[in-house]
């Protein structure tokens, strides 16, 4: 089969690689019909975090099975299924707690395994990681490419919003405006925001934000934007999403969030420079959230995704076909495309 290779920093190549094959009777075989290229995919494109030539990359992904292990229970044949970004066996002490992430067999697609940016992929423990679509889902691309982010960017936004403590009618500020950020948008106003201030640059993807519910955009962050957020709240955000994974987005997300309230954090920390504990300390500030379980959100949203009441789909504003997938880096690196969708 062909799957994307990491060769070095700014070089991922479409190659031919072994087709997988069941090896656990846990195991099931799909096919990758959707899958994307994700802002976390970017550190390892840019040379920021480790990542071994000859890796294969992509976490995120939807298919259709093709083989079951003969242990697989709930999984068939033939499903449609998504695929949240980490692997879990969905028995043991924290996955009956919904935290998926933590499972005690958590695994990672890419690196030694198949990856979403490819073919095929051997999807182990498959009864406690996939999702099955119901049957009677159309097989309609632009309503399969509104569920194609809970594999990750949504349910990461909405564990964000969940994290932050969002209530209907408060007052929320959102950090960071790449895919995240606005599913952040998303799933505050889904649990009812009375108002949405994000802070974020670039006029495309601020017009987004007012699209999925945003009423207020404040560009840029730091000390200047802290002071615009406290003087238009008049003391700070009920609940805040950090979004992005840097001290300095960190930092203003604390800068920003009310005495006694919450943070919500999902970036992947990147923290160059110290936290503000000061702030943490005098402010009593809550801070809440990790990597999202998204396993455990799945069933909710794509309820509302398939009612219509929920379509994060315009993140994915560039598709590629597997042979594009390189280009795709190129423009999520120079801020080209929020986020790129690969069409098998
Ligand atoms: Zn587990």
């Keep these: 089969m062909r799957a994307t290779v990491f060769y070095a920093p700014g070089d991922v190549r479409i190659e031919n690689v072994p ?3 069941i090896q656990q009777p846990t195991d099931v075989l799909a096919r990758v019909t959707h899958a994307c290229i994700c802002g976390s995919d970017l550190w390892f494109y840019r040379g920021l975090t480790d990542f071994k030539p000859g890796w294969r ?5 939807m298919g259709v099975v093709e083989e079951v292990g003969p242990e697989v229970r709930t999984i068939r044949k033939g499903d449609r299924v998504i695929a949240p970004f980490v692997t879990s066996d969905g028995t043991c002490e924290f996955c009956r707690e919904g935290l998926y992430t933590s499972c005690v067999n958590v695994g990672f697609w890419g690196m030694e395994n198949d990856g979403g940016q490819g073919e095929m992929v051997r999807c182990p423990f498959a009864d406690g990681t996939l999702v099955a679509l119901p049957p009677d889902v159309p097989n309609d691309d632009a309503l399969l490419k509104s569920i194609l982010p809970l594999t990750d960017v949504m349910g990461t936004g909405h564990h964000a919003a969940v994290s932050a403590g969002v209530r209907p009618g408060a007052v929320v500020a959102v950090v960071g405006d790449g895919a995240v950020g606005l599913c952040g948008v998303l799933a505050a106003r889904r649990l009812g925001a009375g108002r949405i201030i994000v802070l974020g640059h670039q006029e495309a993807r601020m017009d987004l934000a007012r699209r999925f519910g945003a009423t207020d955009i404040i560009a840029g962050r730091g000390e200047e934007a802290i002071g615009r957020v406290i003087e238009m709240t008049k003391g700070g955000a009920d609940s805040v999403l950090e ?10 997300a604390l800068g920003i969030c009310r005495p006694g309230r919450t943070v919500g954090f999902v970036g992947v920390p990147h923290w160059g420079e110290p936290l503000n504990a000061r702030r943490l300390f005098f402010q009593n500030i809550r801070v809440h959230g990790g990597v999202a379980p998204v396993r455990a959100y799945i069933p909710e949203l794509l309820k509302d995704v398939l009612a219509g009441r929920l379509d994060p789909s315009p993140v994915l504003d560039m598709t590629v076909n597997l042979d594009g997938v390189p280009d795709g880096y190129k423009a999520m690196d120079t801020r080209k495309a929020i986020k790129v969708m690969v069409r098998m």
């Excluded at 990359?57 to 992904?61: A, L, S, V």
């Design 19 to 21: 087709d997988p094959r």
């Design 57 to 61: 990359t992509g976490h995120e992904w």
């Design 243 to 252: 979004c992005v994974g840097t001290s300095t987005s960190f930092n203003t």
